[in-house]
């Protein structure tokens, strides 16, 4: 049971546009939700979270919004520059107490210059 | 310079033998975890732990065996490897317990022949 998921699965955009990438879950005592960034060969780099108290997180050209009614959020990329192009993980915090993050299967974007 | 070091890099391993992969952490961390990745699944939970204490351990076999001989190091042991195993495993870290703003270092590649 995949209890976050992301889509689309791959993008592609062209430099200076902006990249959308969706995430859902299920689990709605969910609270923390962190984006990751990943590129090949690399351990996930944390770029970006937000807490379930709040609507948008921004960050430069990286922002987060979120919409805890209908358990949904979106990483917007703006000014897309082919430096950008990597695999975004969204994950969820499990509220258990177990500290565990629990990861989608990741967008792979993809910035044409 | 590197704040979290995963030794070896690249790992080769015959069916039945045992490895230990090595995690340093130099960000003053006081919780550390242990996540597995590998084609067919997302980034998985494996373990956390706080203060050199296991916290939670959502690994079903106990062939994998944490050990923390002190509070920035958590290896990994694993004993009578599978070719199921063959996975990249990355160790992370966060400042304070409850797992938010987790660290993920480079990564250890795991291949078992």
């Known amino acids: 049971q995949q209890q976050v998921r992301q889509s689309p699965q791959s993008l592609t955009v062209w430099e200076g546009e902006t990249a959308i990438l969706n995430c859902s879950y299920e689990?709605?005592?969910?609270?923390?939700f962190p984006w990751y960034q990943q590129f090949p060969g690399e351990g996930p780099a944390l770029l970006i979270s937000?807490?379930?108290?709040?609507d948008k997180k921004e960050d430069g050209r990286f922002t987060i919004f979120f919409n805890k009614r209908e358990k949904k959020l979106s990483l917007h990329i703006t000014d897309s520059q082919p430096g950008d192009s990597a695999t975004y993980f969204c994950?969820?915090?499990?509220?258990?107490?177990?500290?565990?993050?629990?990861f989608g299967s990741g967008t792979q974007l993809t910035v044409m210059p | 310079d590197p704040k979290i070091i995963q030794k070896p890099k690249y790992l080769v391993a015959v069916t039945g033998s045992e490895k230990i992969l090595i995690c340093e952490q130099y960000?003053?961390?006081?919780?550390m975890y242990w996540y597995r990745q590998s084609a067919k699944k997302p980034l998985e939970f494996m373990f956390s732990?706080?203060?050199?204490?296991?916290?939670d351990n959502q690994t079903a076999s106990s062939r994998f065996q944490p050990q923390s001989s002190k509070k920035n190091h958590l290896d990994l042991q694993i004993t009578a490897l599978k070719p199921d195993d063959s996975a990249t495993y990355f160790c992370?870290?966060?400042?304070?317990?409850?797992?938010?703003?987790?660290?993920f270092g480079p990564g250890t590649r795991l291949t078992v022949l």
């Open positions: 992370a870290s966060s400042q304070d317990a409850g797992g938010y703003e987790q660290y």
């Open positions: 689990d709605s005592t969910f609270n923390y």
């Open positions: 937000i807490r379930s108290v709040s």
């Open positions: 994950a969820a915090l499990a509220s258990s107490g177990s500290w565990q993050l629990i």
């Open positions: 960000l003053g961390h006081n919780a």
């Open positions: 732990y706080s203060y050199q204490k296991l916290m």
